[in-house]
């Protein structure tokens, strides 16, 4: 997972959602009529649905797992915890759908003394405050009970196609910068498409953790191998959205 920005809506959409939201409020929130009123909104969501494509990281990715492509609107607060977020912007992500359907469904889960939610919203906080990625095995490890209850919720080392996945992602991160480095000066344009192929990476979360290795030049160079730290840290000098998270 990443950090997103979430982007402000245009004053139509926005006064559109707050009347359905008025409308759930008047007709009795609940799970039926808040899923009732969902499913018939088709213009609204299709409106979400391009906000959301816009945040989503790498090409229109999951933003839970980052592996899949985001095909779901999910409720991060879902509606039979909280109908009246239905049309709440600030309760959309975008999901893929085996981690919408197969993994989080309804489950929110929250801390029993506090009440406070226990799974990570990439478009509120950053996930690195809750999650550490070990580059080398693709694994995570939860620094808090936000980051353990979003790696059970979402499977995110149960499921051993995320785990490889962001393991070959590395590979493929560390391959990219070596080869930027190699046509930087050859050929320009070949490396202008190989740093825009590093930025647009499936595995959005792979490449952040790479970045934010920069921050510790030693561990970046024993993590990453000298060449391929060398071309990082030459390649973050010259191109401001590879600079340290």
Request: aromatic residues 6%; charged residues 25%; glycine residues 6%.
């Amino acid at each position: 997972m990443i950090p997103l920005q979430r982007p402000p809506l245009h004053d139509r959409l926005a006064a559109d959602l707050a009347r359905r939201t008025e409308a759930l409020r008047t007709a009795g929130p609940s799970t039926a009529t808040g899923r009732a009123a969902w499913r018939t909104a088709r213009e609204p969501k299709a409106r979400l649905r391009a906000l959301l494509n816009r945040m989503a990281p790498g090409l229109v990715r999951c933003m839970y797992c980052g592996d899949n492509l985001g095909t779901d609107i999910d409720h991060f607060e879902p509606i039979a915890r909280a109908p009246l977020r239905t049309f709440d912007w600030h309760n959309h992500l975008l999901a893929c759908a085996y981690c919408n359907s197969n993994r989080k469904r309804d489950r929110f889960p929250c801390d029993p003394v506090t009440g406070a939610h226990l799974l990570i919203d990439p478009a509120r906080e950053d996930p690195a405050d809750h999650l550490q990625l070990y580059l080398e095995s693709g694994a995570y490890r939860g620094l808090t009970p936000k980051g353990h209850a979003t790696i059970d919720v979402f499977g995110l080392n149960s499921r051993g196609e995320l785990v490889r996945g962001r393991r070959l992602a590395f590979t493929v991160v560390k391959s990219l910068l070596r080869e930027w480095h190699r046509q930087h000066g050859a050929a320009p344009d070949l490396a202008g498409e190989l740093a825009d192929a590093l930025a647009m990476l499936w595995q959005a979360d792979v490449l952040r953790a790479v970045l934010r290795l920069t921050r510790t030049p030693a561990l970046a160079e024993v993590v990453l191998g000298a060449d391929a730290y060398a071309a990082l840290s030459r390649l973050a000098c010259e191109e401001p959205r590879f600079g340290a998270p």
